[in-house]
């Protein structure tokens, strides 16, 4: 059977061969030969409950350095850790500063798990001739405790979704370990820095592998590595940050305590954040391939100096369009700023490690009355950056949430005004929103989008319906003023 031009150029909606583009009902018919390189156009639908994509299959890699271990690359694990909820044996609630730890070998924390779509409408994907998927490299909750893992509850979910509708999502592991200031609770301690400084380092050396490992064919899977989208909810999101806003190394360290009395940083005890610790090289580019951020009740932070004049810090760097979620009651990263106090020398117990590292020991001065760090939550995140550099975003506030999504239960309410009865179906409407804010930016659309004074970009418990790139406000009417109290 043939069919005419004009007809085949009408049908084109779905993939892309070369320059031209099928539509799915030809493939059903077997009216032409099926093609194996599907993309993601304005013209689908991200948001329906049919997917574009199946039969997801999920893969489990190292990417931890294949030479030498650098000693540097230490993970320490605190055997009676503070946790707020225990999920695994040895993650107990003590009220006493356990001396018990052990410094272990880190090739167990770094690995990542691919989720990947191996069919398009039905039709196998040929991943060893075409890579056209994006990339979304996700990272887990946990408050950087050894308590919490990429198998924690709810992460395949997110992981699944975005396969399911085009993405190649991966869930990095990364190393933990961590002793919260649980006597005074004022305090942020060093073994807390220390822990969120090699989590930056992992999700760096993570995007970096896997952009050098997997853009080149293989059997199994193949990114487009010009379309990185990176992650996670809360101490996942501020990693992923991180690596996302903190281009240059030299604004990194001032956010990271320094050895007291001297002007030494934290890279001489854990090594510069850009480590060599990883299966890529260090010197591995990744920042221009980054398109876009998805933040979950996550946050940034930045030194005193900058209080004031916070977009000036990121001036130069990259700053990539970022989706936020956010519980309006969050009290672990609130939604707007926190100031943050570095353990005084009179909490000794907290303001000093010697465990597992390269230079050792390593003690802060912070002082009791200086704030020394100011966390930046969603909305803080939006006016005092975003707006001031014109950067494209979305953010999504529930008003009565917390941190993270309520437990599932007669009470549930972390719906973000979607009616959601459970977790599940706000984790699905999460993936939605962000695979739609991503499909706008791989499409051109983003500048768009945030230069149209009609488009709304504030959600306060109100569910946004815009789809497929769209350009009028089809979005229920959400009212950009926050209404939360």
């Known amino acids: 059977m043939s069919i005419s031009r004009k007809q085949f150029l009408k049908n084109a909606v779905l993939f892309g061969v070369g320059s031209t583009c099928f539509n799915q009902n030809l493939f059903a018919k077997n009216e032409l030969n099926p093609p194996t390189c599907p993309s993601i156009p304005c013209g689908l639908d991200l948001t329906s409950d049919t997917t574009p994509f ?8 190292s990417y931890a350095t294949t030479g030498t271990i650098d000693p540097a690359l230490r993970d320490i694990k605190f055997y009676r850790e503070y946790a707020k909820n225990t999920l695994a044996g040895d993650c107990v609630h003590s009220e006493v500063l356990p001396d018990d730890y052990v410094c272990e070998d880190p090739l167990a924390s770094l690995i990542y798990d691919v989720y990947y779509p191996t069919k398009a409408k039905g039709i196998t994907i040929d991943y060893s001739t075409c890579a056209t998927l994006p990339a979304v490299i996700f990272a887990h909750s946990g408050g950087f405790s050894d308590c919490s893992s990429k198998d924690i509850p709810g992460i395949s979910i997110y992981a699944t979704e975005f396969a399911k509708r085009g993405f190649i999502c991966f869930s990095i592991e990364y190393r933990r370990g961590v002793q919260l200031d649980y006597m005074h609770r004022v305090y942020t301690s060093v073994q807390q820095e220390i822990a969120i400084y090699r989590a930056c380092q992992d999700a760096r050396g993570a995007i970096r592998t896997i952009i050098q490992r997997h853009g080149t064919y293989n059997d199994f899977f193949q990114i487009d590595t010009s379309s990185v989208f990176v992650g996670g909810n809360s101490a996942g999101s ?20 320094k050895l007291a009395g001297s002007s030494i940083n934290i890279q001489q ?13 260090s010197s591995q580019p990744y920042i221009g391939n980054i398109k876009g951020v998805i933040n979950l009740w996550g946050s940034i932070s930045l030194p005193p100096s900058y209080f004031n004049n916070e977009a000036s810090y990121f001036m130069g760097q990259s700053t990539p369009p970022v989706i936020s979620f956010h519980g309006f009651k969050d009290d672990v990263f609130p939604v707007y700023s926190q100031d943050l106090k570095f353990a005084p020398p009179s909490d000794p117990a907290f303001n000093s490690e010697s465990r597992c590292l390269r230079t050792s020991p390593f003690a802060t001065e912070g002082i009791a009355s200086t704030v020394d760090l100011k966390n930046y939550g969603s909305l803080g995140l939006v006016s005092q950056v975003l707006q001031p550099l014109n950067v494209f975003f979305e953010v999504y506030i529930d008003c009565t949430m917390m941190h993270g999504l309520d437990t599932n239960g007669p009470d549930y309410a972390s719906d973000f005004g979607t009616g959601a009865t459970n977790s599940t179906d706000t984790q699905i409407y999460i993936v939605k929103r ?19 004074s009609t488009i709304h970009k504030f959600f306060y418990d109100c569910a946004n319906s815009r789809n497929k790139c769209q350009l009028i406000n089809n979005d229920n009417n959400c009212n950009n003023t926050n209404p939360c109290t």
């Open 269 to 281: 005890a854990l090594g510069p954040i850009n480590a060599n610790f990883y299966d890529c090289d």
């Open 54 to 61: 199946s039969d997801i299959l999920v893969r489990n890699y």
């Open 434 to 452: 962000a695979a739609t804010f991503f499909q706008a930016i791989l499409n051109g659309k983003a500048n768009t989008l945030r230069d149209n």
């Open 238 to 257: 501020l990693a992923m940050l991180n690596a996302a806003y903190y281009s240059d190394p030299t604004i990194v360290y001032p956010i990271f305590p």
